[in-house]
């Protein structure tokens, strides 16, 4: 194995939180004083040559390609790559973190305003840090985002922040991660960009009428955004039934789409809490429900298609709400949302909550199957060794998504990679 070296030729500007990755002393070569975050910068520089008659020519471009060695690189630094990077400082392990955007947690502080987790505190935590709050108390996703934040700084996590990954090769056994004009050359690279990263939208959108707002719920912030009249909510799992709930005071709500079952207690009363929601949490999602099982493996396809049950919110809530249910949507009809029983629909807004892929377009390898999910095994990618993946849907188990989850899958992914180091070191 290699150890981390780096071999500067160009800048590729950085916010590192730690210790156990490259320098950013490193990472600054060539900069002066024109030196800021990542794109910003690299278009100052590029102006102060173009302004000086220094404008690079293709080869010169191709030679500023900075590249640099390092065991393990970790893409995406939310709750999973996060957690890989505490198991592998623990194993004394050299990695980076790199994060596409500019603040650890930034994903949680994108969505919707009134939005609060819908799992208790006590299973908000990480490995090695409880979350700071009542252990029955549900945090903003704000606090969430802090808190996420805060755990990359308490174990000097090597977090980049603004570094978007473009691209995932290899060049014999080792992977190449593109950023920009960084390369990364790495012994094994782990993606822990998650399920949540590429909106689904059906294509039919496109025909309806343009006088009808029309938004993912990764867009979807509060009712301020929405035009004046109905709101037509597509999909009708957690997000569906979350922001239904958030926009019932301000707009006539209609939510389209098959019911995913749901918990069937009182979701915060105390013996939902102390008795229901462990079971639930830690023994059903967690524990009985895995690959590894014959009830999971049952469970899997239902939950890669549908998502999980409604967790916090009830059937009863959205009724009392005045939420309306309909079937689902069909298609378009004359510019208007068609539904399965041939209703068609007139409404002022429609946000859509049909979820996410994953969105690993860019690991740029054979590790998809022909659905385009990965072909892995607790993290580990099938016919890729080196190669990990963190927090996909039902990667092991339920939990796999959920933030109590991330411990163990991100611990395995983390063993596994130090069993490899330990076997090419003998
Ligand atoms: C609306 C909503 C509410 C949820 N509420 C809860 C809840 O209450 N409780 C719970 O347990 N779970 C909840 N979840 C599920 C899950 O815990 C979160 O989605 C969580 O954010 C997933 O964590 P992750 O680390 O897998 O991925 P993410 O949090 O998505 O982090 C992945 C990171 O990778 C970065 N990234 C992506 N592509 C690249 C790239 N090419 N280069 C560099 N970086 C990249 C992203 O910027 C991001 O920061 C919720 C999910 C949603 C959508």
């Not at 799992?119 to 969430?144: H, I, N, Q």
Request: charged share 20%; with cysteine.
């Amino acid at each position: 194995m290699n150890p981390t070296s780096t071999r500067p030729t160009s800048n590729h500007a950085m916010k590192p939180y730690g210790r156990h990755g490259v320098g950013i002393g490193e990472t600054r070569v060539r900069a002066g004083a024109l030196l800021e975050q990542g794109a910003a910068f690299m278009q100052l520089e590029a102006g102060a040559l173009q302004a000086a008659g220094k404008a690079p020519s293709g080869d010169e471009k191709r030679s500023a390609l900075r590249e640099e060695y390092v065991d393990v690189v970790v893409i995406g630094a939310g709750q999973n790559g996060l957690s890989v990077g505490y198991h592998l400082a623990r194993k004394g392990v050299k990695f980076v973190i790199l994060e596409a955007r500019e603040r650890v947690g930034d994903i949680w502080r994108s969505r919707w305003d009134s939005l609060r987790l819908f799992t208790p505190a006590r299973f908000d935590g990480l490995a090695g840090m409880p979350f700071p709050a009542a252990r029955y108390s549900f945090p903003t996703k704000d606090e969430m985002a802090d808190y996420l934040e805060a755990y990359a700084r308490k174990f000097s996590l090597p977090v980049r922040t603004g570094v978007k990954v473009d691209e995932v090769t290899r060049s014999g056994d080792r992977y190449i991660v593109t950023s920009g004009r960084t390369r990364y050359v790495a012994n094994h690279v782990v993606a822990a960009a998650s399920s949540y990263q590429k909106p689904k939208i059906p294509d039919f959108a496109a025909s309806l009428d343009p006088s009808i707002r029309q938004l993912h719920s990764v867009a979807y912030k509060n009712p301020s955004q929405l035009n004046a009249g109905s709101v037509l909510l597509v999909g009708a799992s957690n997000s569906g039934a979350e922001i239904a709930m958030d926009l019932a005071g301000t707009h006539q709500v209609w939510l389209a789409g098959r019911h995913p079952g749901n918990i069937p207690v009182a979701y915060n009363g105390y013996f939902a809490m102390r008795l229901v929601l462990p079971i639930v949490f830690r023994i059903v999602f967690h524990r009985l429900l895995t690959v590894d099982t014959p009830m999971g493996r049952k469970a899997k396809p239902g939950q890669l298609a549908h998502g999980l049950p409604l967790i916090r919110v009830k059937p009863q809530d959205l009724e009392t709400a005045g939420v309306r249910r309909l079937p689902r949507v069909a298609g378009v009809s004359d510019g208007k949302p068609l539904l399965d029983d041939g209703q068609v629909l007139d409404v002022s807004n429609i946000i859509w909550c049909t979820g996410f892929r994953a969105g690993l377009d860019w690991i740029k390898l054979p590790i998809f199957d022909e659905t385009g999910r990965v072909q892995q095994y607790r993290g580990t990618v099938e016919d890729e060794p080196g190669l990990y993946v963190c927090g996909l849907h039902f990667q092991h188990s339920t939990s796999s998504t959920m933030i109590h989850g991330a411990a163990r899958d991100a611990g395995y992914v983390a063993d596994k990679i130090g069993e490899r180091m330990r076997a090419a070191a003998r």
